[in-house]
Nanobody, 114 residues
Framework: QVQLVESGGGSVQPGGSLRLSCAASGSIGSIYYMGWYRQAPGKQRELVAS???????NYADSVKGRFIISSGNAKRTVYLQMNSLKPEDTAVYYC????????WGQGTQVTVSS
């Protein structure tokens, strides 16, 4: 019943920007944190950024200073503003919401190439 719908992926040149969105529907319960993960070909899934219900934010070292995570006013939407994109950022990006249970988005492809 709970669904997380992602949007905003695409292909850009190095130095470009993209904004990812994730919107949740259904009865989730109390949200502990929301975050973005990514998985590149041949690599394990890694945490990119997270934001807690009280506003605590964490970023992977590789994206600090370039990416910004934020949540909507309703607290059921999470965004990832990605600036100064590099080829190394190429991956499928997944939204994740941690509540009493955990939920995942369908994934959206981000490709950075010249």
């Amino acid at each position: 019943q709970v669904q997380l719908v992602e949007s905003g992926g695409g292909s850009v040149q190095p130095g470009g920007s993209l904004r990812l969105s994730c919107a949740a529907s259904g009865s989730i319960g109390s949200i502990y944190y929301m975050g973005w993960y990514r998985q590149a070909p041949g690599k394990q899934r890694e945490l990119v950024a997270s934001i807690s219900s009280v506003g605590n934010i964490n970023y992977a070292d590789s994206v600090k200073g370039r990416f910004i995570i934020s949540s909507g006013n309703a607290k059921r939407t999470v965004y990832l503003q990605m600036n100064s994109l590099k080829p190394e950022d190429t991956a499928v990006y997944y939204c994740h919401i941690r509540a009493p249970a955990g939920y995942w988005g369908q994934g959206t492809q981000v490709t950075v190439s010249s």
